[in-house]
């Protein structure tokens, strides 16, 4: 049976926003000295807005390409660019295929058009100028039949509670924080140092996630909480001893895998659901 104590503590979560999938999930968070997050979405509100445009191409008609092909996609930084292009009407698009961590590739007006980072540009053998990676933004290229058409800057902001979260994670006793992102690694170092995250790597990949979370498990005495939002999330969430998601915008997939999951999306709540274990612990025992 489960001690009358659990009940208190998954109450005082659920009051809180925070869903324990079982106690033993209430216990297991009281022991974690590790927590890995997921940028976009967790640490980020993942909501781009779109800053900057640089085409080769009629201004214009460089923006219907973007937006009709990432019309076909429902990724954060796609619909920022759907949003940007209000006016025009999206050109038909056909053979779409989206590539994880990478873009979109797709066929509009019988051509060939690529829209994403660096890494699909490349895979598909598209040459683009340096100027692109040296962006301090996340970029989003285009290119049209094989060649370069221009880029775009979208930009999302850190939750407001984001810094506090990880004060607080410190101040629990979490001696390492780490971030993990798609996005490029020079945004996600930029985004991990001003909010006092411990480590960071960024342009990964999904699978590459679960590598540094295996890599990060392996070391001794590491109990590993993960948190994230996205479809791609959901291996690494299988993974780490505590998963737990962001449960407002996180994705169904992310949800249902989660031992844990935060109902209002607010990294704080992540120092919060170990604190309501430790005092848990206290009544129990
Ligand atoms: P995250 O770790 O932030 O959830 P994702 O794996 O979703 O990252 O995406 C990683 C990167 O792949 C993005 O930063 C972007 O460069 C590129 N990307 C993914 N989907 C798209 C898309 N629909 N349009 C343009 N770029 C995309
Ligand atoms: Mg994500």
């Known amino acids: 049976s489960i001690p009358l104590g659990y009940f208190g503590g998954i109450g005082a979560a659920s009051a809180n926003g925070i869903l324990f999938k079982g106690s033993n999930y209430l216990d297991l968070i009281t022991k974690v000295n ?30 219907n390409y973007l937006a009709s092909i990432e019309s076909q996609s429902t990724h954060p930084i796609a619909k920022a660019i759907v949003a940007y292009n209000s006016v025009d009407t999206l050109l038909p698009v056909q053979n779409v295929k989206e590539v994880a961590g990478h873009g979109l590739k797709a066929e509009i007006n019988g051509n060939e058009v690529l829209a994403g980072n660096g890494k699909l540009l490349k895979q598909f053998g598209v040459i683009y100028p340096t100027e692109v990676d040296e962006q301090v933004e996340t970029t989003v290229i285009l290119a049209v039949a094989g060649k370069y058409a221009g880029f775009v800057t979208i930009a999302d902001e850190a939750k407001p509670d984001a810094k506090q979260a990880i004060t607080t994670l410190h101040a629990v006793g979490v001696n390492k924080i780490v971030m993990l992102s798609g996005d490029k690694t020079s945004i996600t170092q930029k985004v991990a140092k001003e909010l006092g995250v411990d480590e960071a790597y ?48 996180g994705s169904d997939v992310a949800i249902e895998t989660a031992d844990v999951v935060i109902q209002n999306d607010m990294p704080s709540k992540i120092a919060t659901a170990i604190k309501i274990g430790k005092a848990t612990k206290k009544i129990v025992y």
């Open 34 to 63: 590790t927590v890995v997050l997921d940028k976009t979405g967790t640490l980020t509100q993942g909501v781009f807005k779109v800053k900057e445009i640089q085409s080769e191409i009629p201004e214009k008609e460089f923006v």
């Open 202 to 249: 960024g342009d990964l990949l999904p699978e590459d996630k679960v590598t540094q979370l295996e890599k990060i498990k392996a070391e001794p005495n590491r109990v590993v909480a993960f948190i994230g939002d996205g479809i791609n999330d959901a291996p690494v969430l299988a993974l780490s001893d505590v998963g737990m998601a962001m449960g407002a915008l």
